[in-house]
């Protein structure tokens, strides 16, 4: 799973993406993303459930999950003719599977803003015009084919007909096709068409160092927009970020303090992101590590299982299955299974998020 950073030139993105991906948690670990280009990064998701978990199993390694972020250059106003670096902007979104909006929500004067001035949601209408204009064009170029193959009888390329014009619909009265239900099968029948509108976004709205919560009256208007839309609004000052990021621990703590903030503005956005992307985690707990392990809201224990290796799922047998309250009251696993608390969980087992796991499989 991966999540494309897009936004307007010059609104912090890629300062963002640096800081973001700078984490060497990250890049010691033993992440299977094999070409990491300049522009794509792995971030690790902080997890404050894996220090409660190494209170009491003590691993040689702590793991976080881990996503894959792409910095995609900046869109501006006429991408979707081919403006800028338009096609082959809009071919990498397209390629996401969801997407982190930055918006400009900080005054520099030594930072020109492309429009001219700050407002963040002229700026969101001119990337979201983009993205639904690109995205009538891919239904208007898939529609005479999908059109044939219904008249031949193909009952997905009806379903798909049905979609395609229920899109156009609600692109034309310019909505983005996220606040769109469609039915399963017409949903599945164009999934292939990677339409940019329909996924996911979180908008990160970046703020003045003197506004980390982000009261300001643009921001507010960021978090109305968004709510409106099903999306969510995270605050970061890329810029302060990208210093804090840099700082080791000792310092980090007292510039954190001093500027008011808990944790880092960065671990919200990753753990945001994750959100926005459909995952929660399940964790791996023994002495050699400690894990979290990223899956889709609602995958079954195989496809849990499944996520570690595909031996795993094509052989699964059972998962049995604790949870942190447990093993903060118990202990030791020993003890959660003494106490009949270690659940024995078979293949049609939902996943909850923070599930603690063995997997038992045969192959
Ligand atoms: N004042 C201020 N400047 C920022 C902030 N984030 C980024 N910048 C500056 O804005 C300029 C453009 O940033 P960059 O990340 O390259 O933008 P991109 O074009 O969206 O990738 C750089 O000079 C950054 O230092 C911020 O939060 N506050
Ligand atoms: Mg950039």
């Keep these: 799973m991966e999540a494309g950073i897009v936004g307007l030139p010059n609104v912090g993105k890629s300062t963002l993406f640096n800081a973001l991906t700078s984490s060497v948690s990250a890049q010691s670990a033993n992440y299977p993303f094999c070409t990491i280009e300049p522009n794509e990064g792995i971030v690790s998701v902080p997890d404050p459930r894996l220090t409660r978990i190494t209170q009491f199993i003590v691993p040689q390694k702590i793991i976080p999950a881990a996503l894959k972020l792409v910095d995609i250059a900046g869109i ?4 979707s003719e081919g403006e800028g670096l338009g096609n082959k902007f809009l071919s990498h979104i ?12 900080f005054e520099d004067p030594d930072v020109t803003h492309v429009a001219g001035n700050v407002d963040p949601i002229a700026d969101i209408d001119t990337i979201e015009t983009e993205l639904v204009l690109a995205d009538m064009q891919t239904l208007e170029n898939a529609l005479p084919k999908a059109e044939k193959s219904a008249r031949g009888g ?75 839309t099903g999306a969510e609004v995270a605050c970061v000052c890329a810029k302060l970020e990208a210093e804090i990021a840099e700082l080791d621990e000792a310092d980090r703590a007292e510039m954190l303090s001093d500027v008011g903030l808990e944790e880092p503005s960065l671990n919200v956005i990753a753990r945001e992101t994750y959100r926005t992307l459909g995952l929660q985690s399940y964790f ?6 400690v894990r979290a392990w990223p899956v889709p809201i609602g995958a079954t224990a195989p496809q849990a299982a499944g996520v570690i290796h595909s031996d795993f799922e094509r052989g699964f047998i059972r998962a049995e299955i604790y949870n942190l309250d447990d093993l903060e009251q118990y202990k030791t696993e020993k003890e959660i299974r003494a106490a009949g608390k270690l659940r024995v969980e078979g293949k049609a087992y939902v996943m909850q998020d923070g599930d603690i796991c063995h997997f038992l499989f045969n192959v």
């Design 76 to 79: 501006v106003k006429g991408a």
């Design 94 to 105: 397209r390629q996401v599977d969801a997407i982190i909006q930055v918006v400009r929500c």
């Design 154 to 228: 193909d009952k997905e390329a009806k379903l798909r007909v049905a979609a395609i014009q229920k899109c156009n619909a609600h692109l034309e009265s310019e909505q983005p096709l996220r606040t769109l239900e469609l039915p399963e099968g017409e949903a599945n029948a164009i999934s292939s068409y990677g339409l940019m509108t329909a996924k996911p976004i979180l908008y990160v709205a970046n703020v003045d160092e003197s506004d980390l919560a982000g009261e300001h009256e643009l921001v507010q208007k960021v978090r109305e927009h968004a709510q409106k």
């Design 284 to 289: 791996t707990a023994g002495e050699k590590e």
